[in-house]
């Protein structure tokens, strides 16, 4: 049977081999060693207890998690429900509005992941043309400032809505049952639904017995005499709407309108677009004291002293009424007229007349007798209808000194019941002399709605945590039919809630503003109505466009007698219709003698100092000077060799101090040089000495504040003074991005007249360059080159053109730029030494007495330290400089290790993780562009209270598609490669060809005048391509022969020819 | 045997025997050090220590710490860098070039020139190193096989030649000075008594026989390694200048550069060893082997090599002129007349103007004159480093990016911590290492030894 077959392992079983048979039951045939294994003596005597073992294993299991852990912890969640419109990766731009009582513009918001990150310009604005300014576009910032107030406090301590609310209202109802006054002061409002809240208030509290709001509107930087002078010329007290674009010849008397005038940002637009040789080149006469941004954009450019101004104007006037067959009024004259202004001005009288109806005379004065001479003489021009427009008035000032003072007069008398102060910071920017504080200290209840603590919030018993605009609803009409939207872009960081909120609380209303704003447009049939759209969606487009057009403006007597209106006891403005005649005005009018005098100005980045504590702000170079983080006097730098002070600036050249006497107060201020101010003027900067809140206390922001000194007469606020001087015995290290200000004979910023440039061929002013070969030929460039050249005519060729022309020197592009490519802030010392982080830079280049004709070539004689020193009234440039993203970038042959190479694109590239730090690319940079991470600028120490990257919330700024570079690497400006990425992606989704100008880098977004155009070079109908076979185009450095791609276009200056002094 | 002119000088002064040059050489090593040496070495010690923080603070903390900025992104450290490598030079230059001239007198001085050579070189390499950003990254200068993809180093980079410059004539200096030494280290192993340093010399010593054999081989090898460095001492400082000749920066962009350059670091190499030998001499009494015969020599070759720099320095500033460029005429006229004044005229008067005292031949041989211009040399060269790389970038093609390099301590300390950590090792070396080569040196008594010669001349 099958059951009983055997099989045998081997022969041996078949056998019954007597040593198989042994083995044979046995699992292992071979004796295996266990027992003499497990008979060791030695296992016996280690002392390897199985608690040692358990000891082991566990800390072996806690050092392998351990090891697993990462630190720091990154806390990272994910949505639960993703909202719908955020796609992670991808930008959302929310319209929105910027006005902070000073500077406005409409703006489109960029969020990330519900993040606001960057703030670019709304071209949907009539107004603002998507026009945005340094201040602007670095407002993103202090939304993540954790000093700002995070909720309600009194007196002091924190507290919470309720308990204030219910204090507060409880004051309001007692002031309406007792007859009180509930006094406003603010800065000028231009929201429409904000100033009828205010009514409605005036509305609730006025009763029987007497009780009134009143509200009283005041600006820092004052338009009052403006508006009063408009009152007496046209009895309309407005600020009329400007319109530089229209023209032909501009002169400003000591007005700084393209970055600190009434609406800068839409003069920059207007001004930029008449800057043109090809299609419109407008002549800008300047006459001023310090020199200012727009003084060193002019043509034409007379330094006058501040008491002059009227002087000047009375002189312009009569200029103009001589051409105009008019007669003159008196017989002004201008003392120690060291830089021919009195012929410069009969120059522009002449350029006037001859563009009449194309001219604008515009006045920086405070006075309103030299605003009515101004107005005269714009009269005889024919400006009004064309280049200014009375009618369409700007509804940016409207503050009145006169209805404060009038306040101040009410405070001290007992008749302010409450006093509310909104968005304001009177304690500071009024001067001393009007007595405010000291009036508030008699008030009961002082209430501040405000964003941050200020000297004014110090002196309050209630502070409303007003939040941040971004965080905020409003509505604003800042000039003419134009109505724009403000939506918030973040939900509340803090505790805080907006002005209007409070007061409809306090009111007892049930609204919030949102649906107050929602039903003020719903009812209103003001609006533009558009018959095919509900007005759900009506409101929706509006929100989304971010403006709309109001069909009857708003009338402009309402809005600007909207004060006087409340102001029942004002007895100051009931004076004020006085007419003044012309001759009367300018009898006013005389010179200041020869005695020294001061002039306050206002800063491109600091402004009136609301923003102050913004260190993206304070690290902007201000255009002029070039000086960051500092506060100081200028003067003109003959002045200051006269008085023994140091003109020069660097890590080791410490500038002299003085001591600025000005009526009853004093300033200490380090001097900083500046040629082509007035000889014998003093200029201080207001915006400075602003009050912050440290963890010690309150303290001043960087310097002195100016607004406190300030004069007052005739109840106008004066920003000039008579004054003197003492040279302390100190010294003061100042930081400038600059310490080099002449370009020494050479072809940097090309520069030309308009009269060459318009008789004569490029050749003449633009020359070509050419290198002599080894033989002594001139060879084009191209011929002499040694390397091989990229396929740059393949793909895409990104490249900028830069208009030297329009470039105002504002700063607007730096800003972007810090903001879009998250360039850390470094601070003062570290730009002493200069190390500035900016990826973009606006060199300014005074011109000097010993410059030569020609530019570039050594066959002249030079004297080379002559021609490092500045004229004394010298003409300016600007010159914004990045990285050129060279063809044959020298920077890219000398990397060892390849971290910077040419991509396909013709952008220069650098690759951060392969930098090793040997900084030999920034040595061949002819331009000096890159940037070396000298520190972690995140972790050091040094930079904990500057850089916003340092601090947790304000990292949430950062640009999530830039990364943040490390120590020891080397960065520069990439052309925004990120953007021309995220357009490339939505070209390709589209299904298209990449439109041009769809896509732009930060600082061409950025630029109020365009004057940073970017595109394909590649692309033959970009607008780029054709700027650089321009004329006027010419290469940075281009005989190096590094071909960049970015192109310059000539600076052409409009200046007085000897054809002109004739005709 | 060979024969030497009774009027050529004796290189070996004094009525020594073969067994009186042994003892003389191997009497610091074996002896105990006097107290002037615990000074010197105490004080070298602690610069040297001061310098090592700042370099861990600069790696801790950010080049920022430097004074350097965005116009000047090299300075001291790369002036530092050209000067040691500079001084590096003379040891090779003396130990193989004039071997293969058969130029005897290099005999007394080739061993502590060579180790100077090493010392500095070690030095020089230091800079690159803590000059980068991420100095921890400093391995990618290599091209080495990775993990990066096709990710390579730039073979166009001058930075990249250096790497390979420095590293092979650090490697074949080495190697030389190391050949050198074994049978001297014989020599010292035979006489030691206690059991540590014959241990140690004996290792030191690869077990030398000292047999006929061996020293033919020895002296093969030592042939073949001077035919070996003899281009490396003209290559590695070609390659240096090449660091700046081959930029677009006016004042560096100069074909002049590598002969320039190789001129100068034979200049200041000379000085370096003239310095320290004439201490070593003092300190050591050795003043019968290294005499003032050797000192004139050297002084020969340091007015010779100074005359060519001296050329050079007016050459550039005619070409600058000559060229026509405007930047290039600005950026001389600037090294002569800018801010940098004072750096340039330190740089002429120590390196063209006082060297040439040693035309008078009663200054070439005075030891002490010697000394004190030996000085003013390695002042001079520092100074044409500093003033080739940081005057021409302070004021380049840009005014607007003009600016000036102020030195932080840190910058200071780390030069002086240099100067530390070689005298560290240069006082460790004449304690521990024979200082001549002794055996070599006895080949040449009877031919140039002061009493043979005076035998002959009897005969």
């Not at chain 1, 914004?880 to 920077?891: E, G, K, R």
Request: hydrophobic share 40%.
């Amino acid at each position: 049977m099958s059951n009983n077959k055997l099989y045998w392992r081997g022969t041996e079983e078949l056998e019954k081999d007597p040593s198989f048979v042994k083995s044979a039951a046995k699992e292992f045939s071979e004796e295996l060693p266990i027992e003499q294994f497990l008979g060791k003596k030695e296992l016996d005597s280690t002392n390897t207890s199985r608690r040692d073992f358990l000891k082991f294993m566990g800390f072996g299991i806690t050092a392998a998690t351990l090891a697993a852990c990462e630190t720091p912890v990154i806390k990272s969640l994910p949505y639960v429900v993703k909202p719908n419109e955020v796609m992670p990766g991808i930008a959302n731009y929310y319209a929105s509005t910027y006005f902070d009582g000073y500077d406005y513009a409409s703006i489109l918001v960029k969020t990330r992941e519900g993040r606001p990150i960057h703030i670019e310009g709304n071209k949907n604005s009539k107004v603002t043309q998507g026009g945005v300014s340094a201040r602007v576009n670095s407002s993103i910032l202090p939304l993540y400032n954790t000093k700002r107030f995070q909720g309600p406090l009194k007196d002091g301590a924190a507290s919470t809505w309720a308990s204030i609310d219910s204090e507060i209202r409880s004051q309001f109802e007692a002031i309406k049952l007792s007859g009180g006054n509930i006094s406003i002061l603010s800065s000028t409002i231009i929201s429409p639904s904000s100033i009828a809240i205010i009514e409605e208030m005036n509305a609730w509290i006025s009763g029987e017995e007497g009780a009134s709001v009143t509200h009283v509107t005041f600006d820092p930087v004052s338009s009052a005499g403006l508006i009063e002078a408009n009152k007496r010329t046209f009895g309309k007290a407005v600020v009329p709407t400007y319109h530089f674009e229209k023209a032909n010849t501009v002169v400003s008397l000591g007005s700084d309108f393209l970055v600190n005038g009434v609406n800068s940002i839409a003069f920059a637009k207007g001004y930029g677009k008449m800057r043109n040789p090809e299609s419109g080149m407008s002549r800008h006469y300047q006459f001023e004291t310090i020199l200012s941004t727009t003084g060193s954009n002019a043509d034409v450019r007379g330094a006058i002293k501040p008491s002059e101004q009227g002087v000047a104007a009375l002189m312009l006037h009569n200029e103009v009424a001589k051409l105009a067959g008019g007669s003159a009024i008196g017989s002004p004259s201008i003392s120690n007229d060291d830089n021919a202004v009195v012929s410069k001005i009969a120059q522009a009288a002449k350029d006037l007349w001859k563009s009449k109806g194309k001219s604008i005379v515009v006045s920086g004065s405070n006075d309103p007798n030299v605003q009515q001479i101004v107005n005269a003489t714009n009269q005889m021009l024919g400006s009004y209808g064309n280049t200014i427009d009375i009618a369409v008035p700007t509804y940016l000032r409207k503050g009145s000194e006169l209805s404060v003072a009038n306040l101040i007069e009410n405070m001290n008398n007992g008749q302010v019941s409450a006093l509310l102060i909104v968005d304001a910071d009177p304690v500071y920017s009024l001067p001393m002399s009007m007595g405010f504080e000291a009036a508030a200290a008699k008030v009961k209840t002082k209430i501040a709605l405000a964003e941050k603590a200020n000297s004014t919030t110090a002196v309050c018993n209630y502070i409303c945590a007003t939040g941040h605009f971004l965080e905020n609803w409003n509505d604003a009409n800042a000039a003419g039919n134009e109505i724009t939207f403000t939506q918030p872009v973040i939900n509340k960081i803090y505790n805080t809630r907006q002005w209007q909120d409070s007061f409809l609380t306090w009111m007892g209303s049930d609204a919030n503003y949102y649906n107050y704003l929602n039903k003020a447009w719903n009812s209103s049939s003001s609006i533009e109505e558009d018959p095919n759209m509900v007005f759900t969606s009506r409101w929706n487009k509006y929100i989304h466009d971010g403006v709309g057009v109001i069909v009857t403006p708003m009338p402009s007597s309402d809005l600007a007698s909207e004060q006087v209106a409340i102001e029942s006891d004002s007895e100051a403005m009931a004076e004020m219709p006085a007419v003044v005649s012309l001759t009367e005005a300018a009898s006013t009018i005389k010179s200041g003698g020869d005695g020294m005098e001061v002039d306050f100005y206002l800063k491109a980045a600091i402004g009136i100092g609301n923003d102050a504590d913004n260190p993206w702000l304070q690290e902007l170079p201000d255009p002029v000077t070039k000086v960051v983080w500092d506060h100081y006097a200028t003067m003109n730098p003959v002045d200051m060799t006269e008085a023994g002070l140091n003109t020069m600036m660097g890590e080791q050249q410490r500038s002299g101090m003085i001591r600025v006497n000005v009526g009853e107060g004093a300033m200490e201020l380090p001097v900083v040089a500046m040629p082509g101010q007035k000889r014998g003027t003093v200029g201080v900067a207001l915006g400075y000495g602003k009050a912050k809140v440290t963890e010690e206390g309150v303290e001043r922001i960087i310097g002195k504040n100016a607004f406190a000194v300030l004069p007052v007469s005739g109840g106008y606020i004066q920003y000039s003074a008579p004054c003197t001087f003492d040279k302390l015995e100190m010294r003061y290290n100042i930081a400038s991005t600059q310490t080099s200000h002449t370009m020494m004979g050479r072809k940097i910023l090309n520069e030309t007249t308009f009269g060459e440039f318009e008789s004569n061929g490029k050749d003449h002013w633009n020359p070509e360059i050419t290198v002599a070969d080894a033989y002594g030929k001139q060879q084009a460039l191209d011929k002499l080159d040694l390397w091989n050249d990229h396929a740059i005519d393949l793909g895409h060729r990104w490249g900028l053109s830069i208009d030297l022309n329009t470039c105002i020197g504002c700063g607007s592009c730096v800003t972007a730029c810090h903001s879009e490519n998250n360039v850390p802030v470094v601070g003062k010392d570290e730009v002493n030494r200069m190390r500035t982080m900016s990826w973009i830079r606006i060199d300014r280049y005074y011109s000097s007495d010993a410059d030569p004709e020609i530019h570039g070539g050594i066959d002249q004689n030079k004297d080379y330290a002559a021609m490092e020193v500045p004229s004394e009234y010298p003409e300016v440039g600007f010159m914004p400089v990045m990285c050129q993203h060279c063809n044959h970038a020298p920077c890219e042959t000398v990397c060892p290790v390849a971290a910077t190479t040419h991509s396909d694109e013709g952008y220069n590239q650098m690759t951060y993780n392969r930098c090793i730090g040997t900084r030999y690319c920034a040595n061949n940079c002819p331009y000096k562009v890159r940037r070396f991470n000298w520190f972690n600028y995140v972790g050091d120490r040094k930079f904990t209270n500057l850089n916003p990257a340092s601090d947790d919330l304000a990292r949430m700024v950062l640009n999530p598609d830039v990364v943040v570079r490390s120590r020891g690497v080397m960065e520069k400006c990439s052309l925004c490669v990120q953007r021309v990425q995220a357009g490339k992606l939505n070209a390709k989704k589209a299904g298209e060809p990449i439109k041009d100008g769809s896509i732009q880098t930060a600082c061409s977004a950025s630029c109020p005048t365009n004057a940073i155009i970017f595109g394909d070079i590649n692309d033959k109908k970009s607008k780029v391509r054709s700027d650089a076979k321009n004329d006027r185009a010419y290469h940075l450095l281009e005989e190096v022969g590094v071909k960049p791609n970015v192109w310059y276009q000539t600076k052409v200056r409009n200046s007085i020819e000897t054809a002109d002094q004739t005709a | 045997m060979q024969k030497e002119s009774a009027i050529r000088e004796p290189l070996i002064l004094g009525d020594k025997t073969y067994h009186q040059i042994t003892e003389d050489v191997c009497a610091p090593v074996e002896g105990k050090a006097n107290k002037y040496w615990y000074i010197v070495f105490s004080i070298a010690v602690i610069v040297a220590l001061w310098g090592v923080g700042c370099i861990l603070y600069t790696i801790g903390r950010g080049i920022g710490t430097w004074g350097l900025n965005t116009t000047v992104d090299w300075a001291w450290d790369i002036t530092n860098f050209v000067w040691w490598v500079g001084i590096g030079h003379a040891g090779t230059l003396i130990s193989a070039v004039l071997l293969l001239f058969r130029q005897k007198w290099r005999m007394a001085i080739n061993r502590s020139a060579e180790a100077m050579t090493i010392f500095a070189v070690m030095m020089a390499a230091l800079f690159p190193g803590i000059h980068m950003g991420r100095i921890w990254m400093a391995y990618w200068v290599f091209p080495l096989p990775n993990t990066f993809g096709s990710l390579w180093v730039n073979f166009n980079s001058p930075l990249l030649w250096d790497v390979f410059a420095i590293s092979t004539y650090f490697s074949v200096s080495l190697v030389f000075w190391y050949i050198g030494l074994i049978p001297d280290f014989a020599t010292i192993r035979d006489r030691a008594i206690k059991p540590v340093s014959k241990m140690a010399y004996s290792v030191l010593s690869f077990g030398w026989t000292g047999n006929a054999k061996a020293w033919i081989r020895f002296e093969e090898v030592s042939l073949v390694l001077a035919g070996l460095a003899t281009p490396l001492v003209f290559s590695v400082h070609s390659i240096v200048s090449m660091d700046f000749a081959t930029s677009v920066i006016p004042g560096w962009h100069t074909t002049i550069f590598p002969p320039y350059f190789v001129a100068g670091a034979i200049f200041s190499g000379f000085a370096m060893v003239q310095t320290l030998l004439l201490i070593a001499r003092k300190a050591l009494s050795l003043e019968s082997y290294i005499t003032v015969k050797h000192g004139e020599y050297m002084n020969i070759v340091i007015v010779i090599t100074g005359s060519i720099v001296g050329v050079a320095y007016l050459s550039e500033l005619f070409i600058s002129w000559y060229s026509g460029v405007e930047y290039e005429a600005y950026a001389f006229l600037n090294r002569a007349t800018g801010p940098y004044w004072w750096a340039y005229w330190s740089m002429m008067t120590c390196n063209v103007i006082t060297p040439q005292l040693f035309w008078f031949k009663k200054v070439r041989r005075s030891l002490m004159a010697s000394f004190i211009l030996s000085i003013f040399v390695n002042i001079g060269m520092w100074f044409e480093r500093f003033v080739i790389i940081v005057t021409s970038l302070h004021r380049d093609y840009i005014p607007s990016n003009w600016g000036m390099f102020h030195p932080t301590f840190v910058d200071i300390g780390i030069f002086l911590g240099t100067i530390g950590i070689f005298f560290t090792l240069f006082l460790l070396y004449s304690r521990f290492f024979p200082v001549l080569a002794l055996n070599e040196l006895k080949s040449i008594l009877k031919s140039s030894g002061d009493n043979y010669k005076k035998q002959h001349h009897n005969e």
